[in-house]
């Protein structure tokens, strides 16, 4: 019985005699026994059985001298006044009855004109005798010609027999150098992760029917005998939406990893949302026709968007708010908490992205628009120091605002709403690096509204991906720990992509612990950052192993004496630094409790279209307020302002090239 809770193990250790080799053995004659019988029974003639020991006899003894006499007794045929040997199917056996094997004609015997059958005892000369059988019973063959196939069959068999039984015997060495496996993670070939993953029915395995990867690392015997099973490792599809985990540095082979991945969930007709900040996999799986989106103000192909098409619900607004100004950790979260609310208000109010950016650079407009509510006592003017804070907060958000195409630039309107409907096509999310960090609030938004979308939507529309390249280029995304601990509920896959967990840990603090133990399905390249080697090794876990110790004490009985002695020990499957030391397009593959040792092929996909088309814009003339209604006097002096111009006249503009230098970045 267990005691502490702790599982005994009774089994018995295997024994050292090499079992499977010596059986090969042992099978071999049993198999070239049961060759020859069924030949005996099944091949030969009547007459071939007969004769086969004087056959043999007369032949071996014929080998040694040509003058050898021996005594025989033949079943002879009695045709008219001559005698011969019966050939072919002329007899057939019968019940013995004076101890002799009994025969008798066929109808065969009886057309060859046979009167009767005679046993006949004489002294034949043992070469004649045997040239006599060979031509007329056994058509010239020689007595290897009996043999020869049955020993041929039975040499393959015993090449094959060892093929399994030294693998076998080795690993059962293996056992006694090294110890065996009691529990903990297991390390298996890319057959027997398909296997334990796949449906067996009868003696055939069917595949896991999800995502695969392909695997170059497989040995000769997978390669020769488990073809079908050891080109890709398959993840079941009802465990795609346990989300995936891609960590690598950079060039070891996360985008050819990811790129798979892409390829196969446009084979299948599924939706995409990616992220791609280095413009890697636009080129390659952007299809206009299926109706894909490109998220870039940069990008002639940007839709028009306005975060007014994103709050449906006045509720809603403050959900965006969040998204735009994430809690980093602040003391005062009094300066998180005032530009959330404000901006909340100032889009409920449906206002263009040019509008809005006016309104958040414009202290007076922000002031008008907040007037007689409690957002005012935030920016109060009397709090000069409160109040430069929110509103700089605010600009920040507005400098990214800036970089949106207006209605008139643009050929569609697109929003998160009415895509998520539909799932038509892919969205890419892609930034230019020098642009990136002023993109990334409005990038973070983006994806943090598609990830919200999805996980309100009814689980049974389109599957949609979540492809999300280099995490930590992101800011937080407050949606996105939610959703990976949540959206598998809604069928909707996530796939996560980063170099280092200190990256992912800067953003999300103690809550990416939480977040990057949820993917089921993990895959590990080459990490050389300490910390994160670490955790990888800790990731792919602690295997308990056994190992038995055997000592011999040499002595004249009873001196002697042997002891032996099992130790069970803890230690990591993987080390920290062999995946430091991991070549590129090398790692390991993890899902459950099995381990995949990897090695991935580079793809060399076709460019489908170009990955950056420069937006043509026009310089945007700053919006002027608008009128200020009558008010009571007041004493403190009243500034009169210009009469605003209308928003919708603008006067034409001359068409620039959109660059980094241009005043409408300043």
């Not at 028009?304 to 449906?312: A, L, Q, R, S, Y």
């Not at 950052?529 to 090794?537: R, T």
Request: charged share 25%; with cysteine; hydrophobic share 40%.
């Amino acid at each position: 019985m267990a005691e502490w809770g702790r599982k005994e193990y009774s089994k018995a250790w295997p024994s050292r005699t090499p079992v499977w080799t010596v059986m090969a053995f042992l099978l071999t004659p049993v198999f070239l026994a049961g060759l020859l019988t069924w030949q005996y029974e099944r091949s030969w003639t009547e007459a071939e059985r007969l004769y086969l020991t004087d056959y043999l006899k007369s032949g071996t003894r014929g080998q040694a001298s040509a003058t050898a006499s021996s005594k025989y007794t033949l079943l002879e045929a009695v045709v008219g006044k001559s005698q011969r040997l019966v050939i072919d199917d002329e007899i057939e056996r019968v019940p013995s009855v004076d101890g002799r094997p009994g025969y008798h004609l066929t109808e065969e015997g009886v057309k060859d004109r046979i009167a009767r059958l005679t046993w006949v005892t004489g002294v034949f000369n043992d070469r004649g005798l045997h040239r006599v059988m060979s031509q007329a019973v056994y058509a010239d063959h020689e007595a290897w010609t009996f043999y020869r196939i049955p020993v041929y069959l039975s040499l393959a068999f015993f090449v094959l027999a060892l093929f399994v039984a030294v693998p076998k015997d080795r690993a059962r060495r293996q056992i006694w150098k090294h110890g065996r496996r009691l529990r903990g993670p297991e390390l298996v070939s890319t057959a027997e992760f398909n296997t334990k993953l796949g449906r067996s029915k009868a003696i055939r395995v069917h595949l896991p029917d999800g995502i695969a990867f392909v695997n170059e690392e497989a040995s000769w015997w997978d390669k020769t005998f488990h073809k079908s099973l050891s080109r890709w490792v398959r993840v079941p599809r009802d465990r795609e939406a346990m989300h995936f985990l891609i960590v690598g540095d950079s060039g070891t082979g996360k985008s050819a990893t990811i790129r798979q991945l892409l390829a196969q969930i446009a084979d299948r007709g599924e939706a995409a949302i990616v992220y791609d900040p280095a413009m890697e996999y636009l080129p390659q799986f952007y299809n206009e026709s299926r109706g894909d989106v490109v998220l870039n103000p940069l990008d002639a192909r940007c839709p028009f968007w306005t975060p007014g098409d994103e709050v449906p619900h006045e509720a809603e607004a403050l959900t965006l708010a969040v998204s735009l100004f994430p809690d980093q950790g602040r003391e005062n979260r009094f300066f998180v908490e005032a530009p959330r609310k404000i901006f909340a208000h100032l889009i409920n109010q449906r206002p263009t992205p040019q509008e809005l950016t006016y309104w958040m650079s414009n202290a007076d407009e922000i002031d008008k628009r907040i007037d007689g509510t409690e957002m005012a006592a935030m920016i109060d003017r009397g709090a000069a120091n409160q109040r430069s804070g929110v509103l700089g907060s605010l600009n920040m958000v507005a400098d990214a605002f800036k970089l949106l195409p207006s209605e008139r630039e643009t050929k569609q309107r697109w929003s998160t709403v009415e895509w998520a409907k539909e799932r038509k096509g892919w969205v890419f999310i892609t930034s230019k690096p020098t642009m990136r960090e002023r993109m990334r609030p409005l990038v973070s938004l983006w994806l943090d509204l598609l990830v919200l979308r999805m996980m309100n939507d009814d689980t049974a529309r389109l599957k949609t991906w979540f492809v999300l390249d280099e995490l930590a280029s992101l800011q937080h995304l407050p949606q996105l720990k939610t959703a990976v601990t949540e959206n598998r509920k809604s069928n909707n896959p996530m796939v996560l992509g980063f170099q280092g967990k200190a990256q992912v840990e800067a953003l999300y603090g103690h809550v990416a612990e939480a977040m990057l133990s949820q993917p089921a399905t993990r895959v590990f390249l080459k990490t050389s950052e300490p910390h994160a080697s670490e955790w990888i090794s800790k990731a792919i876990g602690e295997v308990e192993v056994e190992r038995f110790r055997e000592s011999r004490t040499k002595g004249v009985f009873p001196r002697g004496r042997e002891s032996e002695q099992r130790d069970i020990t803890r230690e990591p499957l993987v080390m920290a630094s062999e995946v430091a030391g991991l070549d590129p397009l090398h790692g390991y593959l993890k899902h459950g409790n099995l381990v995949v040792q990897m090695r991935f092929p580079y793809m060399e996909l076709a460019n489908r279209a170009e990955k950056f088309i420069e937006r043509k814009m026009t310089p945007v003339v700053p919006l002027q307020p608008a009128a200020q209604p009558a008010s009571v006097a007041v004493e403190e002096p009243v500034i009169r302002r210009k009469a605003p111009q209308s928003v919708q006249k603008k006067p034409e503009q001359k068409v620039v090239e959109l660059n980094e230098q241009h005043p409408y970045f300043e």
